[in-house]
């Protein structure tokens, strides 16, 4: 009997007990034998002899049978693994669909967690872990200066710095120069199509490791005054443009009009070093020892720097040498009066900027939210592994082991967590989508953001992992199982389990509203930021009727300025006789673009201070004024008459004014401009205007800035900004239209209505703040559902106690207070635990909070009160059940 | 009828054991005994051949065994044929069979 049920059981021999059963078996065929001969008539000594005898070799035999019982059971073993996990598999299957709404519920949850994790992992991969396309791109450094004054654009160096630590530096062994990041229009028989395209250096390439998969690099040669114009386009240019053609080598094509001939093609996922403009069309060859020899070029901060750390050579070295080098060159350069602070950054850090925080922050809510989800999950689990108490029981009485029962209890959560984590790669693919483009330009662009192997890898291990951890609190539980208890005639939960039981799921529910709380302040900090932020005053109007767009007068037709400037007019002309249009203005470069350079000004009347504060240097229309709404404080704005040939006139900013003539009226006053100003510095212009100051986008500060009149300094085209009564987005095909009629080879570049502009700058932390608000709701939810869970089922076993509470004449509202006063212990703690969190890891979001303080007293207050409010909420429900108790039906129960 | 206890060919331990195996379960030293009476004596399986045999046949997954208790009350392993061992049972006396007749077909020629 025990022999069967052992087999039942399918519980495995042993070794020994193998031997001894063929020992056992042999001995009662041979005891037979000889009774039986004994029978015949043999003496007992005689009947065991010849039973023996007959028996034939009895070692081999035992031997024999040894060896096949083992394999026997060893196969066994084997089909018996897989026999459970079948038999686990099956249970588990067959309790999901006995409770479809458990499984839909944990599975649901589940997969969103899962989902929202690999998607933000999958980017989060692409930009923060993987490595930039660079030899060696460790040992890469943006350069960055600190200007004098002004805190201007510490981005550009000028090119006598660039060359010195390009070939003074023993730290460096190389410094890859680039410069004029822009547009170009690139032009065939068929297309206009606008290219982004730079300048760099020859042995730009050579510093970052990299060489073009077709065609050449750049050379000294192509620098060379009177050298053939050259190009290198990009891998996916390459392909776009010429599908991949590889007779493009030597292929002359126009671009900006002019002919270059392709000298090679940069290699597929090359982005540039460059912090916003990663994605390139084409290079050009960049003359920077020439440059740096031109002393009107030599100074102007127009050109970046990259550095490549010596092999062998520290960070502590290079800190050590930056003080001589930048000695030496002020030594040299007496007139480089910037303090010359030049700083190494690491490039990825460059690069990836704020972006690296908003993308650790959405990662981090995004974990919260699995974890969340998971603590409910197990929540869930182990108030369900109390209803089946009683069939784990069964189980252990018939012989079923503890790790057999652990086993089975972990197979079915861990189905769960496959198909959850099944469902929750499906959703990341869709969740990857709608966050690349909703991060467009929030992330540095560099390659396509994919949910490939690796990311699959870590989904599923997640997955399985949680699947795993939702099982330890029931499967704890199993092991737990007391046989009397289940079995015996309490057949039900003793009141003590019960209550230990409940106090493991309320500290799991006060854990998640501790996660709550941290991502609903996250999400408040970030909110009340961008609330100010989209309040913020930039100083002219940046609404859907503004539109602005770029440019591109270049090439041979455009060599004279007369021509450019009376194109521009008659362009401006044309636009405003569109229907609904009220203003046309154009700069050089907008202020959301970067702006066109910092400068120097000095007031002729004055004696030189030598080390005047930078201000910023616009050129504007005489309309650019009234298409932004940028307000007129005094005297007037650029007229018509502020022409080529006519007195140079300028408009200065508000603070500039208050800066230079504190409590003076400035029109009228003649002022130099040192610097970098085309043509000569020494000319003296007219103050005629002060207007308000404008902030370059709705984060940065407003920049102090003098105009002087693009007629007057005609550039090559510019930044256009068109204003109309209706929906200026519309005026687009209008203007393509009439530019085509003007030149075919100008196209219109770049469109985008200034509500557009300026929300792509707070791109940022509008992700940060979508993503969290989203992630922070969903944990409410989940701590909610927590809260109601618990309660529910607290609620259920204290059923016999609020029967008799209730007999003994307890009014429904003690009840409710009773049960609510339990969610709110939880609750307090939950919140208490999350505040503190939260308040010791906000520090982590300053760098994306504008005008709002990492303490925000309204924020935590106000996420604390959500929560305290959604979990009274959840706890309400079941306190009202519990009043609606029945004393009689309570005694019954049990 | 043969004079004396024949000897077994090999191969044919297995489908003997199997084939006794059909009339029910039964212990090693029953499965001898029928064998021996059913033959009058004319074919006795040697005890060792007979072990090793449903041991074999255990582990291929022919017999099933388990632990019983015999007619005189003795604890004794118990064979019974699996669904595997009819089906193997079946088509070895089928080849058997034919072996025999073709063996037969050849000594009684004249």
């Known amino acids: ?894 | 009828m043969p004079s004396s206890t024949l000897e077994l060919m090999p191969g044919t331990v297995d489908v003997l054991v199997l084939r006794t195996l059909a009339w029910g379960p039964m212990h090693g030293y029953a499965i001898s005994q029928l064998v021996r009476n059913r033959t009058a004596g004319a074919i006795a399986i040697q005890s060792a051949a007979l072990y090793q045999a449903l041991h074999r046949l255990e582990r291929k997954k022919l017999v099933r065994g388990w632990w019983g208790v015999s007619d005189t009350n003795r604890r004794s392993k118990f064979y019974e044929l699996t669904a595997t061992g009819r089906k193997q049972l079946r088509s070895q006396s089928t080849d058997l069979r034919a072996y025999v007749a073709a063996l037969l077909a050849v000594l009684d020629a004249e």
């Not at chain 1, 009774?35 to 028996?55: I, W």
Request: hydrophobic content about 50%.
């Open chain 1, 1 to 894: 009997m025990a022999g069967r049920i052992r087999r039942l059981l399918r519980l495995p021999r042993s070794a020994s007990r193998i031997r001894a059963d063929i020992d056992e078996e042999l001995r009662f065929d041979l005891e037979m034998r000889a009774a039986d001969l004994a029978r015949q008539g043999f003496d007992a000594h005689t009947a065991r002899e010849r039973a023996l005898a007959e028996f034939g070799d009895l070692d081999a035999t035992q031997r024999y049978c040894e060896q096949q019982d083992n394999e026997t059971e060893r196969a066994a073993r084997v089909t018996q693994l897989f026999e459970d996990l079948a038999t686990d598999l099956g249970v588990a299957w067959r309790a999901m669909r006995r409770s479809p709404v458990f499984a839909v519920v944990v599975l649901a949850t589940f997969a969103l967690g899962i989902g929202a994790d690999t998607a933000v992992f999958s980017v989060v991969r692409r930009v923060l872990i993987t490595p930039l396309p660079f030899r060696a791109p460790d040992r890469l450094y943006r350069l960055y200066t600190t200007p004098a004054g002004a805190d201007g654009d510490d981005n550009k160096l000028s090119a006598v710095e660039l060359v010195a630590i390009a070939t003074e530096s023993r730290a460096f062994s190389g410094v890859a120069i680039s410069g004029n990041y822009g547009g170009a229009v690139y032009t065939d028989a068929q297309t206009a199509e606008p290219w982004r395209m730079a300048s760099v250096a020859p042995d730009f390439l050579t510093v970052l490791g990299v060489r073009p998969v077709l065609g050449r690099d750049f050379s000294d040669r192509d620098i060379v005054p009177g050298a053939p114009r050259v190009t290198l386009i990009g891998f996916d240019t390459w392909q776009r443009v010429f599908g991949g053609d590889p007779r493009v080598l030597e292929r002359r094509i126009q671009l900006n009009s002019l002919d270059y001939t392709i000298a090679g093609v940069l290699p597929a996922g090359f982005v540039m070093p460059e912090p916003g403009f990663n994605v390139i069309d084409a290079l050009q060859p960049l003359n920077v020892p020439g440059i740096a020899r031109t002393a009107r070029m030599s100074r102007g901060r127009a050109y970046r720097g990259v550095a490549r750390l010596r092999e062998g050579v520290g960070e502590t070295a290079l800190r050590a040498e930056l003080p001589l080098l930048r000695q030496r060159i002020h030594d040299r350069y007496p007139e480089i009066k910037n303090g010359g602070v030049i700083r190494p950054v690491s490039l990825h850090a460059a690069i990836v900027g704020t972006s690296g925080t908003v993308l650790l922050l959405v990662m981090f809510g995004a974990v919260v939210v699995l974890l969340v989800a998971c603590v409910n999950i197990a929540g869930l689990f182990l108030a369900r592994a109390a209803a089946s108490r009683r069939e784990l029981g069964v189980r252990a009485a018939l012989g079923a082991s503890r790790e057999r029962l652990v086993r089975q209890v972990l197979t079915e959560s861990a189905l769960h967590g496959l198909i959850g984590g099944a469902a929750g790669i499906a959703i990341a693919v869709v969740l990857k989508r709608a966050l690349v483009a909703l991060a467009a330009s929030a992330l540095p662009q560099l390659g396509e953001v994919r949910v490939d192997a690796p990311v699959l890898a870590l989904a599923a291990a997640v997955s399985i992992l949680c699947g795993v951890a939702f099982g330890v609190a029931p499967a704890i539980a199993a092991t737990r199982v007391d046989l009397r208890e289940t079995l015996g005639d309490a057949g039900g939960r003793g009141a003590s389990q019960g209550r230990v039981r409940v106090r493991g799921s309320r500290v799991l529910v006060s854990a998640q509203i501790a996660f709550a709380v941290v991502l609903l302040v996250g999400a408040g900090l970030l909110t009340r930021t961008f609330a100010f932020l989209v309040q913020t005053n930039l100083g002219y109007t940046a609404d859907a009727h503004a539109l602005s767009f770029n440019l591109n007068l270049s090439g041979n037709r455009y060599r004279d300025p007369t021509t450019r400037d009376a194109v521009m007019q008659s362009i401006g002309d044309r636009i405003r006789a569109l229907p609904g249009v009220t203003a046309v203005g154009y700069t050089r470069v907008a202020p959301w673009n970067g702006g066109l350079m910092g400068v120097r000004m000095r007031v002729v009347s004055r004696p030189s201070d030598g080390d005047a504060p930078s201000v910023e240097y616009a050129t504007a229309s005489d309309e650019y004024f009234a298409a932004l709404g940028i307000p007129l404080r005094a005297g007037r704005v650029f007229t018509r008459d502020d022409r080529p040939g006519s007195p140079p006139t300028l408009v200065i900013s508000e603070s500039v004014a208050r800066r230079y003539w504190p409590g003076m009226n400035p029109v009228g006053t003649s002022v130099r401009i040192e610097d970098a100003v085309p043509g000569d510095s020494g000319t003296s212009m007219q103050i005629v205007g002060v207007v308000g100051d404008v902030r370059p986008n709705l984060v940065d500060e407003p920049v102090p800035t003098l105009y002087v009149s693009e007629r007057q300094w005609v550039g090559y085209g510019g930044n256009v900004i068109v204003r109309a009564t209706g929906d200026a987005a519309k005026l687009a095909p209008a203007i393509r239209q009439l530019l085509r009629e003007v030149d075919p080879l100008v196209p219109l570049l770049f469109p985008r209505t200034l509500r557009d502009v300026m929300h792509a700058s707070i791109a940022r932390q509008q992700l940060a703040m979508v993503l969290m608000t989203g992630f922070a709701l969903l944990a409410l939810v989940l701590a909610a559902l927590g809260i109601y869970g618990v309660m529910a089922y607290a609620t259920v076993a204290r059923r016999r106690e609020f029967g008799i509470r209730i007999a003994v004449g307890a009014t429904p509202a003690s009840i409710v207070l009773l049960v609510v006063r339990q969610a709110s212990l939880t609750t307090l703690a939950g919140v208490a635990a999350g505040v503190a969190l939260a308040a010791a890891g906000s520090k982590y979001l300053s760098s994306l909070l504008v005008r709002v303080s990492t303490h925000d007293p309204l924020t935590f207050v106000g996420a604390s009160l959500a929560l305290a409010f959604v979990a009274l909420v959840a706890s309400l429900l079941p306190a009202r059940d519990a009043t609606r108790v029945q004393p009689v039906d309570a005694l019954r129960t049990e």
